[in-house]
T-cell receptor
Framework: DAGVTQSPTHLIKTRGQHVTLRCSPI?????VSWYQQVLGQGPQFIFQ???????GRGNFPDRFSARQFPNYSSELNVNALLLGDSALYLC??????????FGPGTRLTVT | GENVEQHPSTLSVQEGDSAVIKCTYS??????FPWYKQELGKRPQLIID?????GEKKDQRIAVTLNKTAKHFSLHITETQPEDSAVYFC????????????FGKGTTLSVSS
């Protein structure tokens, strides 16, 4: 079985640019959550989507947005990139509301 | 909101010894407590979890205990091996739609042979 997949693996952007990160959940999972992991810290919650609806949002600015598609894949968008947005962005999928399985992440570097 | 504290931040043990990592949480409504292992450059991997209706759960060399009254939960690894070396994260959640996993800051476990 395929696990959670994310693309791209790595990304380098300039301050002020926009970025789109993509995630495909495990087959049969309808919930996708996004987390930001800064080096040396635990993942921080950004969004959760279930059945294509936003079900939760963490303490992140409006520059961060996301959506979930009919096939349950998801996109995370970040506008007006700041140096502080440099991090590993993790997507997690779940069948129930609790057990979450993470993808390999997208390493975003903002210069 | 929920706050999860994790100790110690680093832990060094000899191969074959036991390792214990402890976490405390603040939200009494939290009822799901997973543990993740993250090797360098890899994704966090769910290794064990516990729900609030049980006090202990074991899976081979790994066990987790939960004290809801004290809002503590702990990860116990017995007979440690070099491949157990990684960063371990505890997390807490209400386990409902839209609720996040709130993570601790992680424990770097080093097992030397």
């Amino acid at each position: 079985d395929a696990g959670v997949t994310q693309s791209p693996t790595h990304l380098i952007k300039t301050r002020g640019q926009h970025v789109t990160l993509r995630c495909s959940p495990i087959s049969g999972h309808k919930s996708v959550s996004w987390y930001q992991q800064v080096l040396g810290q635990g993942p921080q919650f950004i969004f959760q989507y279930y059945e294509k609806e936003e079900r939760g949002r963490g303490n992140f600015p409006d520059r961060f947005s996301a959506r979930q598609f009919p096939n349950y894949s998801s996109e995370l968008n970040v506008n007006a990139l700041l140096l502080g947005d440099s991090a590993l962005y993790l997507c997690a999928s779940s069948f129930s509301q609790d057990e979450q399985y993470f993808g390999p992440g997208t390493r975003l570097t903002v210069t | 909101g929920e706050n999860v504290e994790q100790h110690p931040s680093t832990l060094s043990v000899q191969e074959g010894d036991s390792a214990v990592i402890k976490c405390t949480y603040s939200d009494s409504a939290s009822n799901y407590f997973p543990w993740y292992k993250q090797e360098l450059g890899k994704r966090p991997q769910l290794i064990i979890d516990i729900r609030s209706n049980v006090g202990e759960k074991k899976d081979q060399r790994i066990a987790v205990t939960l004290n809801k009254t004290a809002k503590h939960f702990s990860l116990h690894i017995t007979e440690t091996q070099p491949e157990d070396s990684a960063v371990y994260f505890c997390a807490a959640s209400r386990g409902q739609a839209g609720t996040a996993l709130i993570f601790g800051k992680g424990t770097t476990l080093s097992v030397s042979s």
